[in-house]
């Protein structure tokens, strides 16, 4: 056995070596990949010239991967079908429910559709600053940096500093996080950390890109407050920067900051599931930014949907799910441009990474999943916690007041009909009554250091309880409050689509696009 295993290692060692498939960040002077030691790079395509797009769409819901978009299709599927994944054959027993299955999502139907790795240069679970700077360069580098090497002594120029500055082409970049977070910034900022908000902000002012759109920029006067605020900045160096839906409405043209009116937590736009009709969701910032962007010499925008994975680390399947088909009816805003443009325009669909390793399927439910009890959610844990929490905690609420709430604001009961999925077992209500406790009281829960970080993470005892009990009688679940290693979809659709095609490392996306645009 001992041999057999020998034998196949090297066998696996030798057709790693063949294949040429690496996952260092070296280039030559020209800037392609280059062989290093251990596995390589995805090779370069094919030099055979290709046409290039007038127009880019990039869209990255940050956190998302095969589950988050799978779940948000599922999730569909079991709202158009009252039936759909309810029905409990046997194993002898193949009658029941027939499924209409899934409803898939608009990226999902595009022609092309590829994978990426997304390991970075320190782990195979890798942060948005990283995985960004592989999509916005080309490559790798440390979680936590952004657009510099593991030195930091080395910056990397981006793609859309590269089409700004070598074609002329307009730059937008959208989010519904801050502007001057991770994933947006690995768009115009070069730091050691990701962490450097307030020096960020000050690459974003002198990005000179046309369009910024979606959250608050994190530390405007610095982190000590002492700085000279980022928005008078930004006037002085020619911006208009508006910070209300009624101003958005007037702006036509750029350079110009939108930050979103109606702030929710950390200063990003609210989550999708808190949204209300009179409030810009992020395809209403698309649909502006090609308003403001459009020219003779086309544009790049990055829109990034960023609560997903928000959500995703604080276990709130429902939340992570409305910001989903948030990011696809953003998608949809510009499949809608493309129509008018077919052989100018490339629209890119993929993730940074993915977070929470969310599955579809839980040891409680066996093969069965419920996914549109999710639908009884209807308040995200953020603003659960801002607006009832901590309410509670001021005001010592009783539990029982507590349980009222719970079943108003996410459906789950202590009493109910027969067969009613929503209501609480005794095992579930103990475990609302601990994080209760937890939470209002501060009360020791009793249990290890461990149990509890596996229990709560870094959340509210009670929000994440809740959502957890929710999430697994739904037949939901996750692993992790971080990111794991999954790759990431990719799905293309428009002018060189077809290169989108294969699994490949993350750092490829640059590639291919900065090959099709023809820049160096």
Not at 67 to 91: H, I, N, V
Not at 332 to 345: L, R, S
Not at 466 to 472: S, V
Not at 481 to 487: D, E, N, Q, V
Request: hydrophobic share 40%.
């Amino acid at each position: 056995m001992k041999r057999f295993f020998s034998a196949a290692l090297a066998l696996a060692m030798a057709a790693l070596s063949l294949a040429g498939c690496s996952g260092t960040s070296s280039r030559d002077a020209a800037g392609s990949p280059v062989q290093t030691s251990g596995v390589t790079q995805v090779a370069p395509m094919s030099t055979t010239a290709v046409k290039s797009p007038k127009y880019v769409f990039l869209f990255i819901g940050d956190g998302m991967s095969y589950p988050q978009f799978q779940a948000a299709s599922d999730y569909l599927g079991s709202m158009a079908d009252p039936d759909y994944l309810l029905a409990e054959p046997s194993l002898d027993d193949n009658q029941g429910a027939i499924l209409d299955g899934p409803v898939a999502l608009n990226f999902m139907g595009f022609d092309v559709a590829g994978s990426a790795v997304t390991y970075d240069s320190n782990s195979f679970a890798p942060d948005s600053a990283s995985t960004a700077t592989s999509i916005a360069t080309g490559h790798k580098t440390y979680s936590g940096s952004i657009n510099v090497d593991e030195t930091a002594t080395i910056s990397y120029e981006t793609i859309s500093e590269k089409v700004h500055e070598q074609l002329g082409m307009k730059v937008g970049v959208i989010s519904s996080v801050n502007l001057n977070h991770a994933t947006p910034a690995a768009f115009y900022a070069h730091q050691a950390s990701r962490n450097s908000y307030y020096e960020i902000g000050l690459e974003l002012i002198d990005s000179g890109f046309d369009y910024f759109a979606g959250g608050a920029l994190l530390k405007p006067d610095g982190a000590d407050g002492d700085k000279d605020n980022l928005y008078d900045l930004a006037k002085e160096a020619g911006y208009t920067v508006v910070k209300t839906q009624a101003e958005a409405e007037q702006v036509t043209s750029g350079p110009v900051i939108i930050v979103d009116e109606h702030l929710a937590d950390s200063d990003a736009m609210a989550y999708e599931l808190d949204r209300t009709d009179d409030m810009w969701s992020l395809a209403d910032y698309v649909k502006k930014g090609i308003q403001v962007l459009d020219n003779d010499k086309g544009f790049f925008m990055m829109c990034e949907g960023g609560k997903i994975d928000w959500a995703c680390h604080a276990n709130d399947a429902a939340a992570s799910i409305h910001d989903t088909l948030a990011l696809a009816d953003a998608v949809q805003v510009a499949i809608d441009f493309a129509k008018d443009h077919a052989e100018e325009t490339l629209i890119l669909v993929t993730g940074d990474h993915e977070t929470g390793g969310l599955s579809i399927g839980f040891a409680g439910t066996d093969y069965d999943t419920y996914l549109s009890q999710l639908n009884s959610q209807t308040i995200s844990y953020a603003k659960y916690d801002s607006d009832y929490v901590a309410a509670y905690k001021a005001n010592k609420t009783p539990f029982e007041t507590v349980l009222k709430d719970i079943e108003t604001l996410f459906g789950l009961k202590v009493n109910g009909e027969a067969g009613d999925r929503l209501v609480l077992t005794d095992y579930e209500l103990g475990l609302l009554k601990t994080a209760y406790e937890k939470s209002v009281n501060e009360k020791d829960t009793g249990i290890a250091d461990q149990e509890e970080y596996v229990a709560y993470g870094t959340y509210e005892p009670l929000s994440v309880t809740i959502t957890h009990i929710l999430n697994n009688k739904s037949g939901v679940s996750f692993t992790s409050y971080s990111h794991t290693g999954l790759p990431v979809a990719v799905f293309a659709d428009g002018v060189n689509a077809e290169l989108f095609k294969g699994y490949y490392d993350n750092t490829a996306i640059y590639d291919k696009l900065a090959q099709m645009l023809a820049v160096r």
